[in-house]
């Protein structure tokens, strides 16, 4: 199954548990929301209501779910059921769904969560979602445990999320006759719903946690396998009334490489990005199609298109991009780069003219070290996977050229580069 269908099949059950809450107010309107597509003006989610029975205080409902993320691909698609249970309380309705998937090949239904969600007569609606189960199929065997929590609200959009929260504490695969296996530990990731919707950019945060995943397999009939720990990626974006800024961080505390000719670890690794001053007016045009591929097949050249329409009033505004705070070790050993690149205002007639005169409304500033013994051994593990030892002499030599070129300064035990316009 394609991951974009997963994904997508995710998100429309999501959106639409927390949605039925979002419809409420009374049983009627309860009712009607449940009939009517979960209130959902989205033609990738078709809701069919087979039983729903509600009476003073309690009730419960039947209902199946064709899910085509991609109305460009609509044989890609998905079925899920429901069998909810619905409670009136003091502070509102409670719904509690068992939420299944059915393979459309065999017609299997397989459990995906359980999930709560809760209607307040104030007009906010909180889901939570639990997911612990095994899976054997094939000679394959999956095991995984998470939960997730997140609010639905209504604005001029239709439906978004906001306060997400998903903690997948194991996830883990073996495939049949040992073949291979991976493991997911201890992963977390928080949103505040800024990132969440396409349609309507909204400043906001998010940030992903994993404790340690590890993939393991037979290479050319010998063990081998890849360990990342300590991995964080933080992502935040603002959206002012003219200006849109985005920054963008990772950070990988080790990946580990076992089962060749030599066994490594990279440590301390970073990579961050950023983008200042940015016309917000281009994302202001590409809101009605991202809003339109809830109603038709938006074609991704289409989407190109309008993005290059609008993309010379954001060359010629101006903006930054910077890489700061970089680096990667190599047992004592590593290497680190910053950079800033900032193109002032411009008057170009088109893009070409834009990039044709790049040079005149550009300023950038660039530095970048490396130690030789990273650049050692770096090469042993490359000669190693390769089969093609480097000898020592003509290693030694190719350090000795790198540190001859342009912008570069020999340090000793490392090579700086600087380079600023």
């Not at 397989?110 to 209607?119: G, I, R, S, V």
């Not at 307040?120 to 065997?141: R, V």
Request: hydrophobic share 40%.
């Amino acid at each position: 199954m394609a991951n974009k269908t997963l994904i997508g099949c995710a998100a429309a059950l999501l959106v639409a548990g927390g949605a039925v809450g979002g419809n409420m107010y009374a049983a009627k309107k309860l009712e009607h929301a449940y009939r009517n597509n979960f209130n959902l003006d989205d033609k990738r989610l078709a809701v069919t209501v087979s039983e729903f029975n509600m009476g003073a205080m309690s009730g419960s409902a039947k209902w199946s779910a064709a899910i085509t993320p991609d109305l460009c691909s609509p044989n890609a698609s998905l079925s899920a059921i429901s069998e909810d249970t619905i409670s009136l309380g003091l502070s509102g309705y409670t719904i509690r769904s068992k939420i299944s998937v059915k393979n459309p090949d065999t017609g299997k239904l397989y459990h995906l969560f359980d999930a709560e969600t809760q209607k307040s007569w104030f007009g906010g609606t909180h889901t939570d979602i639990t997911a612990k189960d095994t899976l054997t199929e094939d000679g394959a065997k999956a095991e995984w445990q998470a939960d997730a929590h997140f609010d639905v609200k209504s604005n001029a959009n239709g439906h978004s999320l906001s306060n997400l929260s998903v903690n997948v504490p194991r996830f883990a695969l073996d495939l049949p006759n040992g073949e291979g296996s991976f493991l997911l530990e201890n992963a977390v990731l928080k949103s505040d719903g800024g990132a969440l919707s396409l349609a309507a950019m909204q400043s906001g945060k998010g940030l992903l946690t994993v404790q340690s995943f590890s993939v393991k397999a037979q290479q050319d009939g010998k063990p081998f396998s890849v360990g990342i720990s300590d991995l964080q990626i933080n992502s935040s974006q603002t959206v002012g009334k003219d200006k849109f800024d985005a920054e963008a961080g990772y950070a990988i505390g080790a990946i580990k490489v076992s089962g060749g000719d030599k066994d490594f670890a990279f440590e301390q690794m970073k990579l961050n990005f950023g983008v200042k001053g940015l016309d917000a007016a281009v994302f202001a045009k590409l809101a009605p199609l991202m809003e339109q591929q809830a109603q038709r097949c938006v074609r991704p050249e289409e989407i190109a298109k309008v993005t290059k329409e609008n993309a010379l009033s954001a060359l010629n505004t101006g903006f930054t991009l910077e890489s700061k705070g970089n680096q990667i070790r190599l047992g004592n050993s590593g290497a680190k780069a910053d950079g800033e690149l900032v193109f002032s205002p411009a008057k170009a007639a088109s893009t070409d003219e834009w990039f044709q005169q790049v040079q005149q409304h550009m300023k950038y500033k660039a530095e970048a070290s490396v130690d030789k013994q990273f650049l050692r051994e770096a090469a042993k593990i490359i000669g190693s996977s390769m089969g093609q030892p480097m000898p020592e002499e003509e290693l030694e030599k190719n350090i000795n050229m790198l540190a001859q070129t342009p912008f570069a300064e020999d340090q000793g035990d490392k090579i700086v580069w600087k380079v600023q316009q």
